[in-house]
T-cell receptor
Framework: RKEVEQDPGPFNVPEGATVAFNCTYSNSASQSFFWYRQDCRKEPKLLMS???SGNEDGRFTAQLNRASQYISLLIRDSKLSDSATYLCVVNTLKGGFKTIFGAGTRLFVKA | DAGITQSPRHKVTETGTPVTLRCHQT?????MYWYRQDPGHGLRLIHY???????DKGEVSDGYSVSRSKTEDFLLTLESATSSQTSVYFCAIRAGTEDQPQHFGDGTRLSIL
């Protein structure tokens, strides 16, 4: 089982749709959580950190459920420019500190 | 954007030649990382550094070496490049606390012919 698992997609949605990405992690010692976006042939960029109480940044909402070891990202009113791959990332202390990247979920937003 | 510069941005070279990629940061962050990204594999950690002259191997370290003689610079060397090392290489940095995310450089596209 992968330490961080994401639905690979792709998700194909029309502009204005709401889309949700899910991510599960296997290590209960995981400490901190992030969502990154990566455009084609570009570097991953931090989209937002994920806090225990949930957090929102404009059209983006991140949630964390430690009991279920589950992270989510909700994008409302999706734009063409949201088309990218979204990576779930976990910092964990298992066997020493390390950062684990999910394989990513591809999103296509269409007009 | 985090102050990270990778050089070169693109390189084409021949099998068997040595190649050095440079990552330079202006953030004074303790941790630096080298990843490669290939289709179907996502990001894979090659080596990382937790301080000057302190480095450790990642999951795909064979064929690569690193050096960090200054806080701001982290070098990745392919001693004798092979075609399987054709990839996009990303450097990342992270501040010292465990709740901090990594920030990535623009990447280096390396082709080994």
């Amino acid at each position: 089982r992968k330490e961080v698992e994401q639905d690979p997609g792709p998700f194909n949605v029309p502009e204005g749709a709401t889309v949700a990405f899910n991510c599960t992690y296997s290590n209960s010692a995981s400490q901190s959580f992030f969502w990154y976006r990566q455009d084609c042939r570009k570097e991953p960029k931090l989209l937002m950190s994920v806090y225990s109480s949930g957090n929102e940044d404009g059209r983006f909402t991140a949630q964390l459920n430690r009991a279920s070891q589950y992270i989510s990202l909700l994008i409302r009113d999706s734009k063409l420019s949201d088309s990218a791959t979204y990576l779930c990332v976990v910092n964990t202390l298992k066997g020493g500190f390390k950062t684990i990247f999910g394989a990513g979920t591809r999103l296509f937003v269409k007009a | 954007d985090a102050g990270i510069t990778q050089s070169p941005r693109h390189k084409v070279t021949e099998t068997g030649t040595p190649v050095t990629l440079r990552c330079h940061q202006t953030e004074n962050h303790r941790y630096m990382y080298w990843y490669r990204q290939d289709p179907g594999h996502g990001l894979r950690l090659i080596h990382y550094s937790y301080g000057v002259k302190d480095t450790d191997k990642g999951e795909v370290s064979d064929g690569y070496s690193v050096s960090r003689s200054k806080t701001e610079d982290f070098l990745l060397t392919l001693e004798s490049a092979t075609s399987s090392q054709t990839s996009v290489y990303f450097c990342a940095i992270r501040a010292g606390t465990e709740d901090q995310p990594q920030h990535f450089g623009d990447g280096t596209r390396l082709s080994i012919l």
